[in-house]
């Protein structure tokens, strides 16, 4: 059973950083791509960044791309995504899920589809 908990980000003035980490059970880091959404307030879910469980690429919406890195650490199981310089529209809910479709490399695609199981959220707040 393919299970996400989140920890980290909270409250930051703009310009800061915050960490967001998402531990998997179920499944081992190298069998899924992670991907990072998040969900402003009277907007769309955005897709944000992404990293490959077979290769570990990365791919990573224009919207953040240069601002947030996306790593694993494959010893505790868990993704992370350090989020650096941010804005005040960073301020958002932020959610982490699994392709549980093993062997897929990240692309804008992991963005558009439908996935079934979800962290809890995180509340990151930047204010300006």
């Known amino acids: 059973q393919v299970q996400l908990v989140q920890s980290g980000g909270g409250l930051v003035q703009a310009g800061g950083s915050l960490r967001l980490s998402c531990t998997a059970s179920g499944f081992t880091l190298d069998s899924y791509a992670i991907i990072w959404f998040r969900q402003a307030p009277g907007k769309e879910r955005e897709g944000l960044s992404c990293i490959s469980g077979v290769d570990t690429s990365t791919h990573y919406s224009n919207s953040v791309k240069g601002r947030f890195t996306v790593s694993r650490d494959k010893t505790i199981n868990t993704i992370y995504q350090q989020m650096d310089n941010l804005k005040h529209e960073d301020t958002a809910v932020y959610h982490c899920?699994?392709?549980?479709?093993?062997?897929?490399?990240?692309?804008?695609?992991?963005?558009?589809?439908?996935?079934?199981?979800w962290g809890q959220g995180t509340q990151d707040t930047v204010t300006s």
């Open positions: 899920t699994a392709d549980v479709n093993p062997g897929r490399t990240c692309s804008s695609e992991h963005f558009t589809r439908f996935y079934d199981s």
